[in-house]
């Protein structure tokens, strides 16, 4: 089946520390990967994706590649802050479907 | 440009009693989606629909009922809510499904005592 399996947190960072939340994926077909954030008491904002392998998404200061033979794509940041303090989902689709498949969320708060 | 909006963002039902929550995008999106997140779990699919008058089940679809008559607006029935049923409901909404990104709401805090 199709899933994904993301770090478990919590994670506490002090600030400008370097960031890794890992994700990896099982897929039937070939997916699209992203990356959600979501700040306390707001919904899910799209953080960045990719489409095919090898691709590197970025946005904000953080990235993110798409390796297709790890099956992975872990999200990184050089040097957080104490505004990236919230719950990050890496998630999938597929190209012939109509769903997106969701890991569990990582918790990252960003001390001063 | 709302985005997408989601009502009532909060409610508190007794086991038992219905009650419908609405979502309503202004974007023109194709796809419309309705999830819950629960601790733990992330978001699971509840149903979702490609377009107005479509609907299909998601992951866990049971004791939920959906509908999209207009293209804007998707609604998330429970016709007999259960304790189960409290959680945090999402919908989203996108352009296509393939690549392209889903907007969310802000989120429904639904407890069922």
């Known amino acids: 089946g199709n899933s994904v399996t993301q770090m478990e947190g919590p994670v506490t960072l002090s600030e400008e520390a370097f960031l890794t939340i890992n994700c990896t994926y099982t897929a039937t077909g070939y997916p699209s990967l992203f990356w959600y954030v979501q700040y306390p008491g707001e919904g899910l904002q799209l953080l960045l994706k990719a489409t095919k392998a090898d691709d590197k998404g970025s946005n904000k200061g953080f990235e993110a590649t798409y390796r297709k033979e790890t099956t992975s794509f872990h999200l990184e940041k050089g040097s957080v802050q104490v505004s990236d303090s919230a719950v990050y989902f890496c998630a999938l689709i597929l190209n012939t479907g109509n769903q997106f498949y969701f890991g569990t969320g990582t918790s990252l708060t960003v001390i001063p | 440009n709302a985005g997408v909006t989601q009502t009532p963002k909060f409610r508190v039902l007794k086991t038992g009693q219905s009650m419908t929550l609405l979502c309503a995008q202004d974007?023109?999106?194709?796809?419309m989606y309705w999830y819950r997140q629960d601790p733990g779990m992330g978001l699971r699919l509840i149903h979702y629909?490609?377009?107005?008058?479509?609907?299909a089940k998601g992951e866990v679809p049971d004791g939920y009922n959906v509908s999209r008559l207009k293209k804007q607006n998707f609604l998330l029935g429970l016709e007999s809510a259960a304790p189960s049923q409290t959680s945090v409901y999402f919908c989203a909404s996108s352009y296509s499904a393939y690549s392209y990104e889903q907007y969310f709401g802000p989120g429904t805090r639904l407890t069922v005592t």
């Open positions: 974007m023109n999106h194709e796809y």
């Open positions: 629909s490609v377009g107005e008058g479509t609907t």
